[in-house]
């Protein structure tokens, strides 16, 4: 293979690799008042996108893993961020049963529906393993 070949067969690697992380990484508008789903990384669009809403991380997962018997659920806390045109990013955290399930936002509310997968005591879960599920409305 050439020099230029490889150059060319390198130039849409790199294209193709770079537009499908890129499709990856939203989930495209979403509609106020219905359920949206977020793994971490991606966003979601309301309005137009004059509100944007990125899952950002899982810093605390102690819920109690299936299977097992707990003496409490546990909890489990994400990090969203949420961005306005011409504004500084807002930082959101709420929580599966400890803290906060819900956040306002301007005269909406952010809840917390659900956090996936639940724990196993079998196999740790990693960053991208999760994924949120959120209802934004009125």
Request: a positive charge; aromatic letters at 6%.
């Amino acid at each position: 293979m050439t020099t230029r070949a490889r150059r060319r067969a390198a130039a849409c690697f790199l294209a193709f690799f770079l537009a499908a992380g890129f499709s990856c990484a939203s989930s495209g508008g979403a509609e106020l008042g219905k359920p949206f789903t977020l793994k971490v990384g991606e966003s979601a669009s309301f309005e137009g996108g004059k509100l944007v809403m990125k899952f950002v991380s899982v810093p605390e997962d102690s819920r109690c893993p299936k299977g097992e018997q707990c003496v409490w659920a546990g909890n489990a806390r994400v990090v969203l961020e949420v961005s306005k045109p011409a504004q500084a990013p807002q930082t959101v955290q709420l929580n599966t049963s400890r803290g906060p399930r819900d956040a306002e936002l301007d005269g909406l509310v952010l809840k917390l529906e659900s956090l996936d997968p639940e724990p196993s005591s079998s196999r740790r879960l990693r960053p991208e393993d999760y994924s949120v599920v959120l209802i934004l409305g009125q």
